[in-house]
């Protein structure tokens, strides 16, 4: 079945170290995104890229890196430089038809705490 | 001012309760609207599309003011598994895509 499936669902982190969360979709979705979620807050896009080998930061890149080296794969790497990197984090992916109505598929989510 | 505003509840309803949730948006360039459900510790799922015209999809109808920018979302006969929270999503063109969420409104049915 075609989906987004990001991994690990549940990761634990000492301060000062990286940590790299993975999201592969097999929907020949042109775009990916991440988002992180914090209690309370709605999404908020960390970086979004729309073809291969090209990327965009989002309103909170600071502290992230991304690389979209393939079409199906879009990793995101929490640097020690995030100051405050526990949250749920979700991968998403689009069409670029479907980037321009909205309409966005997310991963199943992938929980950091920094211990 | 927050560029979407929701009511973060939570909303606490009996089962058969027709509950009404509001989402105002401040980026008057806005062009596509959604509602989008969240389960707890779930990833978000498109509930449903909201044009100017409204919409309806079963038991949920979703209405667009562009004129005082807000979106509406009404659930009527509530089921116990309509318990989530409701993400008002605002998707606009200004200075390329962008795709905003509120933080949710929680909603609680009970028996």
């Known amino acids: 079945d075609g989906g987004i499936t990001q991994s690990p669902k549940y990761l634990f982190r000492k301060e000062g170290q990286n940590v790299t969360l993975s999201c592969e979709q097999n929907l020949n979705h042109d775009a990916m995104y991440w988002y992180r979620q914090d209690p309370g807050q709605g999404l908020r896009l960390i970086y979004y890229?729309?073809?291969?080998?090209?990327?965009q930061k989002g309103d909170i890149a600071e502290g992230y890196s991304v690389s979209r080296e393939k079409k199906e794969s879009f990793p995101l790497t929490v640097t020690s430089a995030q100051k405050n990197p526990t949250a749920f984090y979700l991968c998403?992916?689009?069409?670029?038809?479907?980037?321009?109505?909205?309409?966005?598929?997310f991963g199943e989510g992938s929980r950091l705490t920094v211990l | 001012r927050k560029e979407v505003e929701q009511d973060p509840g939570p909303f606490n309803v009996p089962e058969g309760a027709t509950v009404a949730f509001n989402c105002t948006y401040s980026?008057?360039?806005?062009?596509?609207f959604f509602w989008y459900r969240q389960d707890c510790r779930k990833e978000p799922k498109l509930l449903m599309s909201?044009?100017?015209s409204g919409n309806e999809d079963g038991r949920f109808t979703a209405q667009l003011n562009r004129a005082s920018q807000y979106i509406s979302l009404l659930i009527r006969d509530s089921k116990l598994s309509d318990s989530a929270t409701y993400l008002c999503v605002v998707n606009s063109l200004t200075g390329g895509f962008k795709t905003i969420f509120g933080a949710g409104t929680r909603l609680f049915v009970k028996a």
């Open positions: 909201v044009y100017s």
């Open positions: 998403a992916s689009s069409t670029i038809r479907t980037a321009n109505t909205g309409e966005l598929f």
């Open positions: 890229s729309q073809i291969v080998n090209d990327f």
């Open positions: 980026n008057s360039a806005s062009q596509s």
